[in-house]
């Protein structure tokens, strides 16, 4: 079927054709089988050859679009660009004399457009016009010069790093329709300015900077003030992120400065003073002070009127990789600079902390649950589908989940209160496990002696009394299992422990040790144990000797026949009655007992009815971030949006490597605010087998 109009495109997923990622193409007729048939451009927009995409390896540009993104190189930087539509569509938009910000010599420079141009030779028929623009450097300091300086070079459309609010700017887009037939060498303007006169030229250059400089002034307090997110390329050619916090003229200073809490810590940053004088208050190591000049809006935002305060567009975060095809999590030594920062992680939205934190603990790092794409009856459509392309593997790809993509996901739930109303994550985790995926329960466990159970989480029941005032996981989860006489039935791929609290007030205890390492050998049934005395196979287990203050009250008893007998002679313990064990058949005797061990990788916490997690990303100790999906706002409860916020936290990694005594009698109060959170606030510890681990 043949296509009334041209119609151009970009290519998402490199396919069967050999196309890659990032050609651009133009589409002369549509198959049934839903495959464009046309032409795809190489260099300089002259059609390369001729053959077949399928339209969903595609999206769709007009001919401007595909002008502006040939000039980007190389072609997977065109999806990047193409990937913040918001702001690809500003700069598709733009106008004469309209103020933008580009990176030009390692600075960022308020530029005005002069023109746009095509770049190459003049096309022929069927060929694509390369389009790029023509910018002028506007001055900023207070006394304008007419200095001459050096031409600037062409710019393409991913050089334009912002765009000024349409308030600021005039609103004639220029176009590729017209062409005044100016020409350079390989070089064609399609839209010029009027020429002006040489009496005039002198005084309208400089009325024409002086408005620029208005323009930029207002476009700075539009969009840096006090609480603006902002950027600052660093000595060393990094970009550091963080919140303005102080805008001023700082003592011994004579231009406007501001002070940045950074995302990160710097060992150059202090605490917020500069010199003698506090400006402002914040972490050791965050606080930068660098001229206000130096400053630029947040690229991960586009300042544009009634479009900034919107979430970002779900196409924006989807358009760049084959969502379908399953992702691995983020290797260790990538996640600092993949994940950590603001706008990171999944976005929350209306009552959704308790889902967000849930899916991050459970995606991020660990690969125990990416069984439920593969188990699940719903894996090729559905809310698996969902969430496998929409959450998890954007998350694990972009970094980024936007809020759009996780309500999409909450109104598939099945029960309307879960797109609206604040739940708590057992009671997602079983909804989406049990009623949803339909998939098998992690657990099996086997009460007294009976028939095995199966659930998804344990909940630990026990009594205060019963343990350390500050107990560790390990010493609740044995606990609670021996004094309920409950053992796993099989090891799980994954353990979800919860917590023994009442509601989201009562706590239990005020502090748990969240174990990294957590030991189920000996409540396992049907597994070889050790004597808890001479470390031989042990054959009995006795119940009553839990709490013996002889016998170190708080562990697992377990004996070998001959220990046994001599624990049971003493006068104390005659009336205990020990039970034996079940064993695997023909159990070595004198080989040492294999343990059984589980590995931490996330914590989900919680605060006055707010949900955050931490996520153990890598094998290293020190390898921990902290994420909560409403750490900030932007704009009001009407029309803003939360700003998720990634932490790395190496400190826990440091804090739960001491001894279980060490870290009791640790005083909180002097440790950071994420070693605070973790060991006051949990609420589910999450543990996987190594096979699990990425």
């Avoid at 001055?139 to 010069?145: G, L, R, V």
């Avoid at 902390?353 to 069984?371: E, G, N, V």
Wanted: aromatic share 6%; charged share 25%.
């Amino acid at each position: 079927m043949e296509l009334n109009e041209q119609r151009y495109f970009i290519v998402l997923r490199r396919n069967k054709k050999g196309l890659s990622r990032g050609t651009i193409g133009r589409a002369d007729a549509e198959t049934t089988e839903g495959e464009l048939i046309g032409m795809v451009y190489g260099g300089g927009g002259s059609t390369r050859s001729s053959g077949t995409v399928k339209k969903h390896d595609t999206y769709p540009l007009s001919r401007h679009q595909a002008g502006l993104l040939m000039l980007v190189c190389p072609a997977s930087r065109r999806l990047e660009l193409l990937g913040n539509l918001q702001l690809f569509s500003a700069i598709c938009e733009l106008a004469r004399d309209d103020l933008v910000m580009v990176k030009h010599k390692k600075s960022f420079q308020p530029c005005l457009v002069k023109n746009l141009v095509q770049i190459g030779k003049k096309d022929k028929p069927g060929d694509l016009k390369v389009l790029g623009f023509e910018l002028e450097l506007v001055e900023t300091e207070n006394e304008i010069s007419l200095k001459k300086t050096s031409p600037l070079p062409f710019f393409s459309a991913a050089d334009i790093l912002q765009v000024a609010p349409s308030d600021l700017n005039t609103r004639i887009p220029l176009r590729d329709a017209i062409d005044l037939g100016l020409k350079r060498k390989a070089v064609s303007l399609l839209n010029s300015l009027p020429a002006l006169n040489s009496r005039n030229a002198k005084k309208g250059s400089v009325l024409l900077k002086k408005d620029a400089s208005e323009s930029i002034q207002a476009l700075s307090h539009y969009s840096l003030e006090v609480g603006s997110m902002a950027e600052v390329l660093s000595l060393n050619g990094l970009t550091v992120y963080g919140v303005i916090r102080w805008i001023g003229v700082p003592e011994g200073k004579k231009n406007c400065w501001a002070g940045l809490e950074l995302d990160t810590e710097a060992t150059t940053c202090s605490d917020g003073t500069l010199g003698t004088k506090r400006y402002f208050t914040c972490e050791v190591n965050k606080a930068l002070f660098v001229p206000l000049t130096n400053c630029k809006p947040d690229s991960r935002f586009l300042l544009i009127p009634d479009e900034m305060l919107k979430p970002l567009n779900i196409s924006s975060a989807t358009l760049m990789e084959d969502l379908d095809e399953d992702v691995p999590p983020v290797a260790e030594q990538d996640v600092l600079s993949h994940l950590v920062g603001r706008m990171k992680g999944i976005q929350g939205h209306f009552n959704s902390c308790y889902l967000d934190a849930t899916l991050f603990s459970l995606f991020t790092s660990s690969i125990a649950f990416d069984r439920i794409f593969n188990r699940s009856a719903d894996s090729e459509k559905g809310v698996s589908h969902i969430l496998r392309r929409d959450i998890v593997n954007c998350l694990r790809r972009s970094g980024f989940v936007p809020a759009e993509n996780v309500m999409k996901f909450r109104e598939q739930l099945g029960c309307k209160s879960f797109a609206s109303e604040e739940k708590d994550p057992e009671e997602f985790i079983t909804l989406l496990l049990q009623h949803v995926l339909h998939i098998e329960p992690l657990l099996k466990i086997r009460s007294q002696g009976e028939f095995p159970q199966e659930a998804f989480m344990h909940q630990i029941i026990v009594e205060k009394n019963q343990v350390a005032a500050v107990p560790s996981v390990q010493q609740l989860l044995e606990m609670s299992f021996v004094t309920s006489d409950l053992k796993f039935e099989e090891i799980p791929s994954c353990l979800i422990v919860q917590m023994p609290r009442f509601g989201k007030k009562f706590k239990m205890f005020p502090k748990i040790i969240p174990s990294t390492d957590l030991d189920i050998t000996d409540i396992l049934h049907c597994s070889p144990r050790e004597c808890f005395l001479c470390g031989h196979l042990a054959e009995y287990e006795c119940v009553q000797c839990l709490m013996d203050r002889k016998l170190q009250p708080g562990k697992i008893k377990q004996y070998c026949s001959t220990c046994n007998t001599q624990v049971h002679n003493h006068p104390s313990r005659q009336e205990h009655t020990p039970q034996k064990l079940t064993l695997p058949d023909c159990p070595p005797e004198d080989a040492p007992v294999q343990r059984h061990q589980m590995q931490l990788f996330a914590v989900l916490c919680i605060n006055t009815s707010h949900y955050v997690s931490f996520v153990k990303y890598g094998p290293d100790p020190r390898s921990w971030i902290f994420f909560d999906s409403m750490a900030d706002r932007c704009g009001d409860d009407n029309k803003g949006y939360s700003v998720p916020v990634i932490r790395s936290c190496p400190e826990v990694g440091d804090f739960l490597s001491q001894s279980e005594e060490e870290i009791s009698s640790a005083d909180l109060s002097q440790c950071s605010e994420a070693v605070r959170r973790l060991m006051a606030d949990s609420y589910m510890c999450l543990y996987q087998t190594t096979d699990c681990q990425q």
